[in-house]
């Protein structure tokens, strides 16, 4: 491909609109260049954001590149399911399902997101320790968003 390929900020820009949203896919043309992006992965299996340069008139895309590190989803991640409102304690004011040094076992509630007026339970996926909380009671949340990270 002849010319600059696309500005790494308007690549940071497009994967960050990956985050934000329940988009799985973005692709630019722009005169005889062609960007794509692609969330790697399901949800729960990682979320990193690749990207692909090529030619608009080329059917086949070039290999991807992993863009930033500190755009994928940290391992042992909890990843939201569903958009909605998430709370880390069952009520207001009470003990918080979990908290950073906890261990908790695997099918154990660890927050509720609450969406179309129903609370659904978050399980945590495996056993291990909460080593971060990534999110704030009452936040609202995003598909494929990580909520909280177990070691």
Do not use: C, W
Request: proline share 9%; hydrophobic share 50%; charged share 15%.
């Amino acid at each position: 491909m002849s010319g600059v390929l696309f500005d790494p900020e308007s690549i940071r820009t497009l994967a960050a609109i990956l985050r934000e949203t329940a988009l799985t896919e973005i692709e630019l043309v722009e005169g005889d260049r062609r960007i794509r992006l692609v969330r790697a992965g399901a949800a729960g299996q990682g979320g990193a954001v690749t990207a692909q340069h090529a030619p608009a008139a080329s059917p086949a895309p070039m290999p991807a590149e992993v863009i930033a590190a500190e755009e994928a989803v940290p391992p042992g991640a909890v990843i939201s399911p569903m958009v909605g409102i998430a709370y880390l304690a069952p009520e207001p004011g009470a003990t918080p399902f979990v908290t950073v040094g906890r261990t908790v076992t695997a099918g154990q509630t660890v927050l509720l997101i609450e969406a179309m007026k129903t609370f659904n339970q978050i399980k945590a996926p495996h056993a291990g320790t909460v080593t971060r909380i990534l999110i704030a009671s009452g936040e609202p949340v995003e598909y494929a968003q990580p909520l909280l990270v177990i070691e």
